[in-house]
């Protein structure tokens, strides 16, 4: 339990009825969950507005209410307060409520539209594997030490990251890593964070639906390095055209890393295979169990963060010699007969592109390279033909089919990617709307030694259609169909 005055230390009070020194047994936002001595935060948000369910709370057994708009009848013995911005302040009430964890936590942050997983889980693998007790918020699972939550978002909601920091905290973790999405930084899911550390990764096509321009995507990513504190560090990919824009008006300690251009850690390619990589990080060499130019990318972040985060370099290369892919992230499975297929997430253009890419640098011959590929419904629908599009220009085949339509028809979203394929590309794409069907026909149409991808989807083990999710996982599709199980 937490007086409501401690739970709102810090915020503008604009006025106030009742006891603040009320004790408040938990906090809400959602007032479904509310329950007898909660506080209950009306949080306008994107598409509901907490003021609506302000009655609903108080019937619920709600004993405090925040907003920013006063209700019209003031309900007896339920203590009302009136602050500014209540979805921005929603995240510093939970810290405090918490105790602030992230206090007690060296907290970095991962942000950009390709490689946040990959990034935040190897810093969360490389800090276990140095014996540091670690915490991960990502999109494939929440870790408190070694135990594991199921992830429901990439960034999940303010209340819920406090929670989970406040666990962190108990079970005696040092650090935390997570994934900061760009809907998490626009919501303010962030704040009432304190931040070690920020990592920016790359800016490309994604979200449209939810920022509308790309300036405005662009402006949510460099709002998380512009509220750094000057304690932190600021590390950003000077490979990415827009890398530097996210140093502009931070206070913290402005760091670059690439492969490219001179830079405060800088990586080379030595040798590439199948199963990994030799490097050359900042003239010392590694052998990397990864493959592709992003993911010694990536590799690079995690080193250079590894760094500024005070590890000795000679250990951080030990543990990069350890590290393996992360689940669904350029994940290779190879068949009794020597056909290689690769899970990956990719679903963006630029993801397409730099898998691809990784798989060609790869190629030792006359493999073919077949492309299974989807786009989800109910997301940005003006990356559909882009996605095909940049299947079509490294693949030999190209199989357009469902990924997670959600509400949408799956004949439809084929449609609009079909869009990309230019007319006298149109013989190397079939579209399959059934993903098993699609993967099937993939592996048939390959012969020994050719690489099928198998994008989109990556760790995610189901399909969502018509609001069902159905049990579906690339991975074990197939192995069955390679008769690997």
């Known amino acids: 339990m937490k007086s409501l005055n401690d739970i709102l230390a810090g915020v503008e009070i604009l006025e106030s009825n009742g006891d603040l020194a009320i004790l408040i047994n938990g906090i809400q936002f959602d007032s479904r969950k509310v329950k007898p001595g909660d506080l209950f935060v009306a949080v ?38 009136k602050i500014e911005q209540t979805q921005v302040n ?92 760009s809907h998490a930084i626009d919501q303010d899911r962030i704040s009432g964070i304190e931040f070690n550390g920020g990592i920016f990764t790359n800016l490309t096509h994604d979200h449209l639906d939810y920022h509308l321009t790309f300036a405005e995507y662009l402006k949510a990513k460099k709002k998380f390095f512009d509220n750094l504190p000057g304690t932190a560090f600021a590390l950003t990919n000077a490979d ?54 992003f993911n ?21 290369l030990r543990i990069l010699s350890e590290l393996r892919p992360v689940s669904g992230r350029f994940e290779i499975i190879r068949s009794p007969e020597g056909k290689y ?48 599009a940049e299947a079509v220009k490294q693949s030999d085949k190209v199989i357009l089919t469902s990924d997670n339509p959600r509400s949408e028809e799956p004949e439809q979203i084929l449609a609009d990617m079909e869009v990309g394929v230019e007319p006298h590309q149109k013989h190397k794409v079939l579209s399959i709307v059934n993903r098993k069907e699609a ?23 189901y399909q969502e259609i018509k609001g069902v999710k159905y049990h579906f996982d690339d991975k074990e599709v197939i192995n069955e169909i390679f008769g690997n199980n």
């Open 44 to 81: 306008k948000g994107t598409h509901v507005d907490g003021h609506q369910f302000i009655a609903k709370a108080v019937e619920l057994g709600a004993a405090a209410v925040v907003c920013e708009i006063l209700p019209e009848a003031i309900p007896s013995g339920v203590v009302v307060v």
């Open 296 to 316: 010694a990318s990536n590799l690079l972040a995690v080193a250079g963060a590894t760094l500024l985060l005070g590890v000795d370099r000679n250990e951080l």
């Open 90 to 181: 929603f995240g510093k009430m939970a810290a405090a409520y918490y105790n602030h964890p992230s206090a007690n936590l060296k907290v970095v942050g991962v942000t950009g539209t390709n490689g946040k997983t990959t990034i935040a889980t190897l810093l969360y693998k490389t800090f276990s594997l140095l014996g540091y007790k670690v915490g991960l918020i990502s999109t494939i699972k929440y870790y408190v030490g070694h135990d594991e939550f199921p992830a429901t978002h990439t960034t999940p909601d303010a209340l819920q990251i406090q929670e989970l920091m406040a666990k962190m905290v108990d079970a005696g973790c040092e650090y935390c890593f997570m994934e900061v999405s």
């Open 240 to 293: 990415d055209k827009n890398g530097m824009v996210m140093l502009q008006n931070t206070s913290a300690l402005k760091q670059t890393y690439s492969l490219r251009t001179l830079a405060n850690f800088h990586c080379k390619i030595l040798e590439k295979h199948f199963d990994g990589m030799l490097l050359s990080i900042d003239g010392q060499e590694v052998w990397t169990h990864f493959t592709g130019v």
């Open 439 to 461: 993967i099937k026909t993939a592996c048939m149409l390959a012969r020994p030694g050719d690489i099928i991808l198998v994008a989109g989807k990556g760790h995610e083990d």
């Open 341 to 388: 297929a690769v899970v990956d997430y990719a679903h963006t253009p630029d993801a397409i592109q730099n898998v691809l890419s990784g798989i060609s640098e790869i190629r030792t011959g006359n493999e073919q390279v077949i492309t299974v590929v989807g786009a989800g419904g109910d997301r940005d629908k003006t990356k559909r033909p882009k996605m095909a």
